[in-house]
């Protein structure tokens, strides 16, 4: 069975067992190239999903809300999504035990859409045909990107070169979707390795371009990157980890000033404090940048620098806090961490 069909028969069963009040995912629009999210309450609607290769928003950030105490919400999921979910779920933003998490392997995502496109690791499926993977059609985050599996969700769902989809539950509330859907996990292995050490090459080149430079010229480079902002909140507006409603950034907070562009260093720099140590490089800050300031990069760098620094990796461990929330003096005055 076709894997969008698949997960459409997944979304249709728990809401009709009512596990469920209400399925998040993509859907299409006006046509393929308006891809648009849902929040599916109808068994019915269920064939609405489409799990291409394309997020124009963050589900997570959706997730937290419309998801509340009463209301149990399912949400279809690249990695990137389950991982700001747990994330969420450390700053009570919301409660994983409402939501039931239905993960798409996941090998990239394109910049734009690409109409109905899926991503292997070196391959990729063009309506139904099977061609070599362009790789300048990725959102750099993805190239960089170490989990393509999301074993952080409920279930997984791997898309195979023929369409087909391998189902397995990662948890038991996996498992108890599986059975509202009357589905059979097919449990099969898959070696990673190549992805996460072709992902490693790729920060290894694109951080190690950065910590090249003498400190001063690093400096340098980030304050003429951040000297294209418009303030336009773009990158603080699509970030699944950003939540505040009352954000130190606005004008009325006097942290940054009214009608001043570009606004000061401080604007970036503290997002970048707040949840760099959370970033799960969703990439969704720098697609959502008109500028095309390398937000994702910045953010991504600090946050595998401060993951080595406390053994801290974002998104994968409810029960694992984020270092910048815990941190002590002792911690402190082990330093090592700038900007790049």
Not at 11 to 39: H, N, Y
Not at 274 to 287: A, K, W
């Amino acid at each position: 069975m076709k894997c969008a069909e698949v997960i459409q028969d997944i979304a249709a069963a728990i809401l009709r067992e009512k596990l469920v009040d209400g399925v998040l995912a993509f859907a299409q629009g006006v046509d393929m190239s308006d891809i648009v999210p849902i929040l599916i309450t109808d068994e019915q609607d269920a064939r609405k999903i489409l799990i291409a290769s394309y997020q124009p928003c963050s589900l997570a950030k959706l997730a937290s809300e419309y998801g509340g105490e009463s209301k149990k919400l399912a949400v279809i999921v690249r990695p990137c999504d389950a991982r700001a979910m747990v994330e969420l779920a450390k700053r009570k933003q919301l409660d994983l035990q409402n939501i039931y998490s239905i993960g798409i392997e996941c090998y990239g995502v394109a910049r734009e859409p690409q109409g109905e496109i899926y991503i292997f690791p070196e391959e990729m499926l063009v309506d139904g045909e099977v061609k070599h993977l362009n790789k300048e059609i990725l959102s750099p985050s993805c190239l960089r990107c170490e989990y393509p599996i999301p074993t952080m969700a409920d279930v997984s769902c791997r898309i195979e070169k023929d369409g087909n989809c391998l189902v397995a539950a990662n948890t038991e509330r996996g498992e108890s979707v599986l059975s509202a859907a009357k589905i059979t996990a097919q449990e099969k292995v898959k070696d990673i390795s190549p992805i996460k050490e072709r992902a490693l090459k790729r920060q290894e080149k694109e951080f190690g371009e950065i910590k090249g430079m003498e400190p001063r010229e690093r400096l340098n480079y980030w304050l003429r990157q951040f000297d294209k902002c418009i303030k336009c909140y773009g990158c603080r507006n699509s970030c699944p980890i950003c939540y505040c409603e009352d954000c130190y950034l606005e004008p009325e907070r006097l942290l940054v000033q009214k009608e001043e562009y570009p606004p000061e260093m401080l604007f970036h720099i503290t997002r970048l404090i707040h949840i760099g140590d959370s970033c799960v490089n969703c990439g969704q800050c720098e697609t959502a940048c008109p500028m095309n300031i390398p937000v994702s990069k910045l953010f991504h760098m600090m946050s595998k620098e401060l993951g080595v620094l406390f053994k801290y990796e974002a998104g994968l461990d409810v029960d694992s806090l984020p270092p910048m929330s815990t941190i002590t003096e002792e911690d402190l005055a082990k330093g090592g961490v700038g900007l790049g």
